[in-house]
């Protein structure tokens, strides 16, 4: 995955684990996917956009929603996020094979 040119924030709540949970209201964003390829990871790549996605929600003063890996949360707790809900998808019922477990995660915009 290659980053885009323009990073996007999200104030649209199209993710239905957040969204029918009922933790959105106005005044709250998403971030949607944010990821790093293997031989990019440990520079601060992944980091950079996360800042920058903080100063933006911080200067509107929203609080900022996301589904993270298990791989993922530690950056998540670093820079402020707090942990919701543990959700496990069990895809077996569906065909499948396995499960996957995420979080859904929650930061307060810091008061300029």
């Known amino acids: ?11 649209s709540v199209s993710d239905p684990h957040i969204r029918d949970r009922g933790f959105c209201s106005n005044g709250s964003s998403v971030l949607d996917l ?14 950079a956009i996360l800042k920058w996605g903080i100063e933006k929600a911080d200067a509107s003063q929203l609080r900022i929603f996301l589904e993270g890996t298990p791989e993922g949360v530690p950056i998540y707790l670093k820079y402020g996020w707090k942990i919701l809900e543990e959700v496990v998808m069990d895809y077996t019922p569906f065909g499948s094979v396995g499960q996957e477990t995420f979080f859904l995660m929650m930061r307060d915009p810091i008061l300029q």
């Open 1 to 11: 995955m290659v980053a885009s040119d323009t990073p996007q924030i999200t104030t």
């Open 34 to 47: 944010l990821a790093t390829l293997p031989e990019y990871q440990r520079r601060g790549f992944g980091s």
